[in-house]
């Protein structure tokens, strides 16, 4: 964090101060090179990545060495390989997302190119590798070899109607690739090495057709082996609320040379693979935003005196800290269970009932903590007081970085409609699905506390089924709003 007049909180291993984080993972994945592997990190992110990550600054698309440091820092912590090495089975998943959300709030927002990154090569997996060599460096552990992705979905006629508001025009070349041609309106982490994009064919006489049956899916390199462009024009930088350690730009693309990744006009139904990756990230960052604010503002109330004592001792400063305490704690097992039933999944382990409630839960788990984050972190800046308000501590920034996670990645009516569509595709499925979890669970008594603080009033007791309930039930209910 940045700095304060008054002794400051500090930063530490958000690893070992995590003891929900550790209780879960104690409990699912006792696994000592686990434990040991997240315990160095967590060192690593108070001490190297939290410093670089608040050096992290753009100007126009030259960005600073920090970023550049995230990307090597990255590749070598295997932050998207370990999804897909899967060498602890079925909770790789857990594991991986663990790492990213010790990493989140210190990376300078380096969270979102992994999180496309990740993305794309979900994709590129699960159309059965057509762009193999792609597939490899997304996933390397070697920084010279690692590649990050973009995701270029968006255009001025629509960001969350894609399927109408995609102008972008694909043309056939002799060598079976494509030139595209159109205008990206917003591009996150535009300095990425890859993307995916969305585009529509035009047959011979250069019509296409309109509408989802008219979209499909590209591949494409941004940068040419002599270091310029591939047929893009960087038009202009936006000049964004938060977000602003990263670039995002809107792309003229100009003959841009991509491949057609998935089979013709099924790009919007291809590309959900990424979203799905996408959205499950943007819950990582979200909880990880809720953790960090509760744990500087539980630091800095064992050193604020006010009014003759510390914070801590105020019985009213302790509810409000608990409070957000148990917000993300439901927050986090949350993910944690969307993160397990993704594992479960990519290694032929999920039953169909844990297929459905992956497909019910994603959206959910996005909408809601992508609302909670904004709230807790703002929360969060209020028990720094008059501090909290203030640049220098570099607080500020957590909240106007948090408003963007319920706007990217589909907005909250966008993924409350989502949320309708597996209702009604799986013919009702996910629910049942649902109700039998939370049945399962009550059933069996699940306790969830997790303890290790050594303090009851940091304890979360039999949050699954009620959060679970509370979740379905808000979004239930703003779809029907809609
Ligand atoms: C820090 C962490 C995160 C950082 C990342 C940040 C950087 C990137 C920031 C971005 O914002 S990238 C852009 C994100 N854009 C969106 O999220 C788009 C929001 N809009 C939607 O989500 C719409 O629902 C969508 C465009 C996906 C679909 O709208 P349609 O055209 O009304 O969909 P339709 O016709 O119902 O479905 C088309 C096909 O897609 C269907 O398959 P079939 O053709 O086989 O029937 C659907 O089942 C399938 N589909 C749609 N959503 C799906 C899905 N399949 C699985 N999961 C889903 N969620
Ligand atoms: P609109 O779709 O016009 O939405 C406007 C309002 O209408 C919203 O409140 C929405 O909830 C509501 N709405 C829309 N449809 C419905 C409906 N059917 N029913 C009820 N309400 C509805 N995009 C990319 O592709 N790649 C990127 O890298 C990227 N980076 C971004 C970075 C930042 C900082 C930001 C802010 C955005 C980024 N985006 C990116 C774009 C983002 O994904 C879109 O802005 C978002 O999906 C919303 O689309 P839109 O802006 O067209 O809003």
Same mark, same amino acid.
């Given at each position: 964090?940045?700095?304060?007049?008054?002794?400051?909180?500090?930063?530490?291993?958000?690893?070992?101060?995590?003891?929900?984080?550790?209780?879960?993972?104690?409990?699912?994945?006792?696994?000592?090179?686990?434990?040991?592997?997240?315990?160095?990190?967590?060192?690593?992110?108070?001490?190297?990545?939290?410093?670089?990550?608040?050096?992290?600054?753009?100007?126009?698309?030259?960005?600073?060495?920090?970023?550049?440091?995230?990307?090597?820092?990255?590749?070598?912590?295997?932050?998207?390989?370990?999804?897909?090495?899967?060498?602890?089975?079925?909770?790789?998943?857990?594991?991986?997302?663990?790492?990213?959300?010790?990493?989140?709030?210190?990376?300078?927002?380096?969270?979102?190119?992994?999180?496309?990154?990740?993305?794309? /090569?979900?994709?590129?997996?699960?159309?059965?590798?057509?762009?193999?060599?792609?597939?490899?460096?997304?996933?390397?552990?070697?920084?010279?070899?690692?590649?990050?992705?973009?995701?270029?979905?968006?255009?001025?006629?629509?960001?969350?109607?894609?399927?109408?508001?995609?102008?972008?025009?694909?043309? #056939?070349?002799?060598?079976?690739?494509? %030139?595209?041609?159109?205008?990206?309106?917003?591009?996150?982490?535009?300095?990425?090495?890859?993307?995916?994009?969305?585009?529509?064919?035009?047959?011979?006489?250069?019509?296409?057709?309109?509408?989802?049956?008219?979209?499909?899916?590209?591949?494409?390199?941004?940068?040419?082996?002599?270091? %310029?462009?591939?047929?893009?024009?960087?038009?202009?930088?936006?000049?964004?609320?938060?977000?602003?350690?990263?670039?995002?730009?809107?792309? *003229?693309?100009?003959?841009?040379?991509?491949?057609? *990744?998935?089979?013709?006009?099924?790009?919007?139904?291809?590309?959900?693979?990424?979203?799905?990756?996408? #959205?499950?990230?943007?819950?990582?960052?979200?909880?990880?935003?809720?953790?960090?604010?509760?744990?500087?503002?539980?630091?800095?109330?064992?050193?604020?005196?006010?009014?003759?004592?510390?914070?801590?001792?105020?019985?009213?400063?302790?509810?409000?800290?608990?409070?957000?305490?148990?917000?993300?704690?439901?927050?986090?097992?949350? *993910?944690?269970?969307?993160?397990?039933?993704?594992?479960?999944?990519?290694?032929?382990?999920?039953?169909? #009932?844990?297929?459905?409630?992956?497909?019910?839960?994603?959206?959910?788990?996005?909408?809601?903590?992508?609302?909670?984050?904004?709230?807790?972190?703002?929360?969060?800046?209020?028990?720094?007081?008059?501090?909290?308000?203030?640049?220098?501590?570099?607080?500020?920034?957590?909240? #106007?970085?948090?408003?963007?996670?319920?706007?990217?990645?589909?907005?909250?009516?966008?993924?409350?409609?989502?949320?309708?569509?597996?209702?009604?595709?799986?013919?009702?499925?996910?629910?049942?699905?649902?109700?039998?979890?939370?049945?399962?669970?009550?059933?069996?008594?699940?306790?969830?506390?997790?303890?290790?603080?050594?303090?009851?009033?940091?304890?979360?007791?039999?949050?699954?089924?009620?959060?679970?309930? /509370?979740?379905?039930?808000?979004?239930?209910?703003?779809?029907?709003?809609?």
């Amino acid at each position: 964090i940045g700095s304060f007049f008054q002794e400051q909180p500090l930063l530490k291993n958000p690893f070992t101060q995590d003891a929900l984080l550790r209780a879960y993972l104690r409990r699912h994945l006792p696994v000592q090179d686990v434990e040991s592997d997240l315990r160095l990190f967590g060192e690593r992110v108070a001490d190297e990545i939290d410093d670089l990550g608040r050096q992290c600054e753009v100007d126009r698309i030259i960005t600073c060495p920090a970023w550049t440091l995230m990307k090597e820092i990255s590749a070598q912590e295997g932050l998207v390989a370990a999804g897909y090495e899967r060498r602890y089975g079925e909770w790789s998943r857990v594991y991986q997302m663990s790492k990213l959300y010790l990493y989140a709030p210190s990376a300078g927002l380096y969270s979102c190119p992994l999180a496309m990154t990740d993305g794309a /090569a979900k994709v590129i997996e699960s159309l059965g590798m057509p762009a193999r060599e792609a597939f490899e460096r997304l996933t390397s552990r070697d920084e010279k070899q690692f590649w990050t992705s973009g995701q270029w979905m968006t255009e001025r006629r629509g960001g969350s109607d894609v399927a109408n508001g995609t102008e972008t025009v694909a043309r #056939r070349q002799e060598d079976g690739h494509f %030139r595209l041609h159109g205008f990206k309106w917003f591009t996150s982490a535009t300095d990425a090495d890859f993307t995916l994009t969305l585009a529509r064919i035009a047959d011979s006489r250069g019509h296409t057709t309109p509408g989802s049956r008219g979209v499909s899916l590209f591949c494409a390199e941004v940068w040419g082996s002599d270091g %310029r462009t591939n047929g893009i024009q960087i038009q202009r930088l936006k000049d964004k609320l938060g977000t602003r350690q990263m670039p995002t730009a809107e792309l *003229l693309l100009d003959g841009m040379q991509a491949q057609l *990744l998935s089979a013709e006009g099924r790009g919007v139904a291809s590309i959900a693979n990424m979203l799905t990756l996408t #959205r499950i990230h943007n819950t990582v960052s979200a909880v990880a935003a809720m953790r960090r604010i509760v744990q500087l503002s539980r630091e800095y109330s064992n050193k604020r005196s006010v009014f003759g004592k510390l914070l801590k001792d105020h019985p009213l400063h302790v509810q409000t800290l608990t409070r957000l305490e148990v917000e993300t704690r439901g927050a986090f097992l949350m *993910l944690m269970e969307v993160c397990r039933l993704l594992g479960r999944e990519e290694t032929g382990g999920a039953s169909e #009932r844990e297929s459905h409630l992956l497909r019910l839960l994603t959206p959910v788990v996005k909408l809601y903590t992508g609302k909670q984050a904004v709230a807790v972190v703002s929360e969060g800046l209020e028990c720094f007081g008059g501090q909290g308000y203030i640049e220098d501590t570099g607080l500020p920034g957590m909240l #106007r970085d948090a408003q963007v996670l319920s706007i990217w990645e589909g907005t909250t009516n966008v993924l409350s409609l989502d949320v309708l569509r597996s209702v009604s595709k799986s013919g009702g499925r996910v629910l049942q699905a649902f109700f039998l979890d939370v049945e399962v669970r009550s059933y069996q008594k699940e306790d969830i506390t997790a303890r290790g603080s050594g303090q009851g009033l940091w304890e979360g007791r039999g949050l699954s089924s009620r959060v679970y309930s /509370a979740l379905l039930r808000w979004s239930s209910v703003r779809c029907v709003i809609t």
